[in-house]
Each structure stands twice: as structure tokens, then as C-alpha cells.
């Protein structure tokens, strides 16, 4: 099956901060990607739609200047924490739309942030 | 928002059994599809099921769909220890690009 790569797996970083996690397509080419959040025990919370070559499309009450999402080729794409603070910590999963049907999605393994 | 309401929030069967988890969903769909979480991992996808279909099986797998009352089952035959995990349901929006997940069900499945 398709392989959706996320790096880092984990990253501790000081308050103030950027952080960038990449995601990539390691055998198929995405279009679209999306970013998730997701808080212990819970479930995921879309937080934008990364479309290749043009601008990502962010969810009501998601940051754009907060979580800044590049799409530059159909393999990559990366989210930046920027000025990370201590509430940034979380999961962040990344997933991208498998390419014949375009309908299920293959995730990448996620990165775990936590801000000190 | 999220569209799915997952129920139970929390299932422990002892292995072996059979588990079952609901979703219900509000809106049309084209597609609703189950996927599997373990602790800390991303999220792995089992099946898929249109709208128009009614029943699906894959393995040990088997999805209903009611499109009429908004909602579909996911059904784990025959436990094991390895299907502990956390379980969610995917809406497929009619003219969206975007999934909505439910809230998820834990299945912690005891040995």
C-alpha cells in the first residue's frame, strides 16, 4: 500500500520557537494533503487542506500565521509551528488522499510536540 | 465540527468475543470509512463503504450502512489481542475534498 512518511516522530522545543514536521509521499504523488491535531484520548481535528501549488485552505479558528502549511510538489508537504508556546503541544498527523479513487486517506505516523 | 458520533466511547471484550462500535453521522455522504489507531501511531485505514452499498466484509471485518437512520457498525469477529486499538469512523462529504472523524471508540481487548 501507499506510504505517507511524517518526520519527526517527536520534538521538544523551547517556548518561541519554530518547528517544522514534513510529510511525504513516498511512492505515489498527493495533491492534496491534510494536517490534523489531535489531544489525548481524542479524536482528530482537521486543522487545514494542503493543496499542491497553491495556497492551503484552513479550518474555522486555525491560526494561519500560527501553523504555516507549504505544498511545493506533489510529494511534500510541511507544517511550521511558528513562536511555539506550551498549548502547542500535541499530536500532529498528517494524511494524503490515495490517488486512484481519491476517496480513503493514508496517514503518515505523526509527530508528537511538546513545548517547554 | 465534527460530524460522527461514535458509540461506545470505550469497549473491553475478552478475546475471542465479538466487538461492535457504532457511528452516526448528520449530513449526506458519498463514502463512510472506518480506521484503525494504534496508541501514538497515525491512522490506518481498514474499509470503505458508498452510499449506495448496504453491507461490506473484509476479513474478520463487516460494515452496515444505514443511510436512512445515518449510521453504520463496524463488527470485529473473533477478537484478538492485536485489535486493541482505537477505532474511528470517516464521513466522505458530498462535493468536499476533506474527511470529518468521529470521536472514536477505544477497543481494549483482555487476553
Redesign the interface.
Known amino acids: 500500500g501507499a506510504v ?1 512518511s ?1 518526520h519527526p516522530s517527536w520534538v521538544i522545543c523551547k517556548s518561541g520557537t519554530s518547528v517544522k514536521i514534513e510529510c511525504r509521499s513516498l511512492d505515489f504523488q498527493a495533491t ?1 494533503m ?1 494536517w490534523y491535531r489531535q489531544f489525548p ?4 481535528m ?1 486543522m487545514a ?1 494542503s493543496n499542491e501549488g497553491s495556497k492551503a485552505t484552513y479550518e474555522q479558528g486555525v491560526e494561519k500565521d500560527k501553523f504555516l502549511i507549504n505544498h511545493a510538489s506533489l510529494t511534500l508537504s510541511t507544517l511550521t509551528v511558528t513562536s511555539a508556546h506550551p498549548e502547542d503541544s500535541s ?1 500532529y ?1 498528517c ?1 494524503a ?1 490515495e490517488w486512484v479513487t481519491n ?8 509527530t ?1 510536540l511538546s513545548v517547554l | 465540527s ?1 460530524q460522527g458520533e461514535e458509540d461506545p466511547q470505550a469497549l473491553s471484550i475478552q478475546e475471542g468475543e465479538n466487538a461492535t462500535m457504532n457511528c452516526s453521522y448528520k449530513t449526506s455522504i ?2 463512510l ?1 472506518w ?1 484503525r489507531q494504534n496508541s ?6 481498514l474499509i ?1 463503504i458508498r452510499s449506495n452499498e448496504r453491507e461490506k466484509h473484509s476479513g474478520r471485518l463487516r460494515v452496515t450502512l444505514d443511510t436512512s437512520k445515518k449510521s453504520s457498525s463496524l463488527l470485529i469477529t473473533a477478537s484478538r489481542a492485536a485489535d486493541t486499538a482505537s477505532y ?1 469512523c ?1 464521513t ?1 462529504l458530498q462535493g468536499a ?8 471508540t ?1 477497543l481494549t481487548i483482555n487476553p
Not at chain 1, 476517496?103 to 505523526?110: Q, R, Y
Open positions: 505517507v511524517q492534496t491534510f484520548k481524542q479524536s482528530l482537521l487542506t499530536f498527523i494524511s488522499k476517496e480513503k486517506l493514508f496517514f503518515g505516523s505523526g508528537q | 465534527q458519498n463514502n470509512q480506521y501514538g501511531r497515525g491512522l490506518v485505514h470503505l474511528f470517516a466522505g475534498q476533506k474527511l470529518v472523524f468521529g470521536q472514536g477505544r
